[in-house]
């Protein structure tokens, strides 16, 4: 199979089932989200040493998977064909189990902080607010086509786990926290 197709190349895409759209169309903004939020955490992911964390992050690559595969299915089909494309409310209580764990190390925020820190701090920052972006298309498309609830509720559970992630490293990495 080539990486190339062409059939890309006056501004479509496909989408799973067939239907052509326009790579515009908010439903391919909402998936592509959703990949770019993926690739931040793959980067995170090469960049920590934390094996615990790690482990967490690849589940929750698998999962964005599944939920750009639900989002590029407009009939609604692929999670009943593909057990793997399925998020469920169990993944956002293990999101909050994981939250809770961190939290619970840090101390208790008194007034919002700025981005950054360490490299892999600042990386899951970054994430926080691609997530974040992942969850406003997801949200304006749910406005046009209904989407399963849990969906947006993940990416929800996400942007907090990101943002605690981001201030448990930093934490391990010696680095204060900037108050705004």
Known sequence: MKIYTKTGDKGETGLIGGTRVLKSALRVEAYGEVDELNAVLGYARAKLTDESIKEHLL??????????AQLADPRGQVEKKAEKAGVNEERVKELEAIIDRYDATLQPLRSFILPGGAEVGAIFHLARGVCRRAERRMV???????LPP?????VNRLSDLL??????????????????
């Not at 849990?150 to 993940?154: E, G, P, R, T």
């Not at 943002?163 to 680095?175: E, I, M």
Request: hydrophobic share 50%; net charge neutral; charged share 20%.
């Open 163 to 180: 943002f605690t992630l981001a201030r448990a490293v930093n934490q391990k990495a010696g680095v204060e926290e900037i108050p705004w």
């Open 150 to 154: 849990v969906l947006i509720a993940y």
């Open 59 to 68: 589940g929750i690559q698998r999962d964005l998977f599944a939920i750009g």
């Open 140 to 146: 304006a498309l749910s406005r046009e086509t209904p």
